[in-house]
């Protein structure tokens, strides 16, 4: 994407607010005229007075008061509503490239650090803010004076005029080849501040690691390295552009001095007026002036390409899944799930599923076993649409789910993550994830049937308390029994529950596993297994290996079949009941992690 394009879609961004645009171009329009204008009012007041016209002189001094006032009212109009316009547009582009960023696929985010996310979404918003209010406040007068003040200088003396035309010429051609030898460089530079980004990302979200290894000097040493790297792919643009400012000035000292001589010249012809060479000066000014306005613009710019196309890059990713307007809504849902030759893959050549078909009737427990790697986790996602299926379909009550909308579609499944996934919120607020409406009576009594109310209420401020950054600060049994409170809260009719129980200890998990068998019943409800209880209770085992279904039916079915699951339960690859430890098993203040 060219500097230009990436310019124009940055103004494009503007068309919400089209009319408040436009005023201000009009605005713009004016202060260009007031910037040719008053040169031009100048020399003819020289011309005035050199002729002993006073009258005359009073006169071009009168309306160049008043057009020099004008000026002032039309410069305060646009920098107050270009201040207020690029504010707000700002706003509503981090809100535009968040709702976007997070509704994009999971392979999407696999391949991007949050580090980088937010850098490019903070970089790029400041940067496009930056280019607004440039454009408005000085850009755009820029160019149209420019534009209004060449013709007027051809008219006036075409000689005098050449120099200021050459003087354009160099500056565009000194910008040019600065560009081309130094945008290689920066890209660099921009990848090398991502990479900070998600060093530091990475970092920041693991300070446990980093502490309790001692890598807290080696990270700042890497850091440090980091920043040399940037530092020495840094200067040589920097060097470059230097020298780039030089040019421009060289160029602008020169032209002066030409029109001088060239004019004096002309003078001692009779072409030009002292009052003419005069404006031609004062044009000549002003030029070097908004040229060297339009160079610091084109150098930002320039520094800010690589931000702005990453930024837009994220912008014109495609949602692979994603509401659709006139999307069918998913009726009332009985819960009944068939999932009919379907196959997937993370990557065409390796798939993660192969021709995977079963039925769950309504309400049922259906467990799903495997070696490590089989695909289990990756067949429930299909459920709630994390990914679509490269072949066959998926049916809730006999509905291909492809035909509902995402929102329809999850907000009719309850899913327990092995890994819990709170936010930094309160606990309280965490809960209401799964219900948002949800009152402090429901949340209490969720919360209780997960076992998680006894250590909530000793925090210090209760379902108020502050959670930190990935729930850190709670132990992994309590994170845990929060993640299944969140669905218990949500009260779906289709319950997934991956590894749900594997952060509890052995009595806490069996009174939740109780809770549980109370929560599932009417329930769909998927479980990737571990607990021996759950395999022998569930009404259908899937065992999966490597991406294939390879047996499935009850437990003693199985067991008596010798195949896959008789191995896997042989090794042990169960854990056993902890019932009789939960019957003498006291509570704690806080959980056990």
């Not at 040229?291 to 520094?303: P, V």
């Given at each position: ?8 879609r ?7 607010e ?26 003819h ?5 050199a002729?002993a016209?006073h009258?005359?002189a ?10 020099g ?19 707000r ?21 696999g391949?991007?650090h949050t580090?980088?996310l ?13 280019l ?8 755009l ?19 005098l005029?050449l120099?200021m035309?050459?003087l ?58 980091m920043?040399?790297?940037v ?6 643009v ?7 400012s ?31 060479i005069v404006?031609?000066v ?24 690589h ?8 912008l ?6 994603h ?7 998913l ?11 379907v ?9 993660a ?5 079963f ?6 427990t ?8 089989a ?30 909308g995402l ?6 499944i ?18 209401r994830?799964?219900?948002p ?9 969720a919360?209780q049937?997960a ?14 308390t ?12 309590e994170?845990?029994?929060?993640s ?7 009260d ?12 509890l ?5 069996a ?5 549980l ?18 395999v ?14 390879v047996?499935?039916g ?6 008596r ?9 042989a090794q042990?690859?169960?854990v ?5 430890s ?5 509570e ?6």
């Amino acid at each position: 994407m060219s500097i230009l394009r990436i310019y124009l879609r940055v103004i494009a961004l503007l068309a919400p607010e089209k009319a408040l645009a436009i005023m201000l171009a009009l605005a713009n329009l004016a202060l260009a005229g007031v910037y040719f204008l008053e040169p031009w009012l100048f020399g003819h007041v020289v011309d005035a007075l050199a002729a002993a016209g006073h009258r005359d002189a009073w006169r071009y001094i009168g309306w160049w008061a008043g057009v020099g006032f004008g000026g002032v009212i039309a410069s305060v109009w646009v920098s107050l509503h270009a201040d207020r316009l690029a504010h707000r547009r700002r706003l509503a582009v981090i809100a535009q490239f968040f709702e976007h960023a997070i509704a994009l696929p999971l392979s999407f985010h696999g391949q991007h650090h949050t580090g980088r996310l937010l850098r490019i979404m903070h970089s790029g918003s400041s940067n496009l803010f930056s280019l607004w209010l440039g454009f408005f406040r000085e850009h755009l007068a820029t160019l149209l004076s420019i534009f209004v003040m060449v013709p007027l200088a051809l008219k006036m003396n075409w000689k005098l005029a050449l120099l200021m035309i050459a003087l354009m010429v160099s500056f565009a051609v000194f910008n040019a080849i600065a560009m081309q030898r130094t945008h290689k460089a920066q890209g660099e530079v921009e990848e090398l501040h991502h990479a900070i980004s998600e060093r530091a990302g990475d970092v920041f979200g693991n300070v446990l690691i980093v502490q309790s290894y001692t890598r807290v000097s080696s990270e700042v040493r890497a850091i440090h390295e980091m920043m040399k790297r940037v530092l020495a792919a840094q200067y040589p643009v920097l060097r470059g552009w230097a020298w780039l400012s030089v040019a421009n000035r060289a160029a602008s000292t020169l032209t002066i001095v030409a029109i001088f001589a060239l004019g004096a010249s002309l003078n001692s012809k009779g072409e030009v007026s002292v009052g003419g060479i005069v404006s031609f000066v004062g044009f000549a000014l002003m030029l070097i002036g908004r040229l060297e306005q339009f160079a610091s613009f084109i150098s930002g710019l320039f520094f800010q390409t690589h931000s702005l196309r990453d930024f837009f890059a994220i912008l014109d990713t495609k949602a692979v899944l994603h509401d659709k307007p006139g999307d069918a809504e998913l009726p009332v849902v009985r819960g009944e799930v068939a999932f009919e030759n379907v196959s997937f893959g993370y990557e065409a050549t390796h798939p993660a599923l192969r021709h995977l078909s079963f039925h769950a009737p309504a309400g049922s427990t259906v467990a799903i076993v495997g070696p490590t790697g089989a695909g289990k986790t990756t067949a429930l996602s299909l459920l709630y649409r994390a990914y679509d299926p490269s072949e066959g379909r998926i049916t809730i009550d006999g509905i291909d789910i492809r035909n509902v909308g995402l929102t329809s579609l999850r907000k009719h499944i309850a899913v327990v993550f092995q890994d819990p996934g709170l936010f930094y919120r309160s606990i309280a607020d965490n809960l209401r994830i799964g219900k948002p409406e949800a009152t402090q009576e429901e949340i209490e009594a969720a919360a209780q049937m997960a076992e998680a109310h006894n250590f909530v209420i000793v925090k210090p401020e209760g379902y108020s308390t502050l959670v930190a950054e990935r729930g850190r600060s709670l132990s992994g049994g309590e994170r845990q029994r929060l993640s299944i409170a969140r669905a218990m809260l949500k009260d779906a009719p289709i319950l997934i529950l991956d590894e749900a129980t594997s952060a509890l200890d052995n009595a806490t998990e069996a009174r939740i596993q109780r809770v549980l068998n109370t929560l599932t019943k009417d329930r769909t409800t998927f479980v990737i297994a571990h607990r021996l209880s759950t395999v022998r209770n569930a009404d259908t085992i899937l065992v999966l290996k490597d991406g294939e279904l390879v047996e499935q039916g009850r437990y003693d079915e199985l067991v008596r079949l010798g195949g896959v699951f008789a191995e896997l339960d042989a090794q042990g690859k169960f854990v056993a009941d902890a019932e009789d430890s939960a019957v003498s098993y006291a509570e704690p203040t806080l959980a056990p992690a």
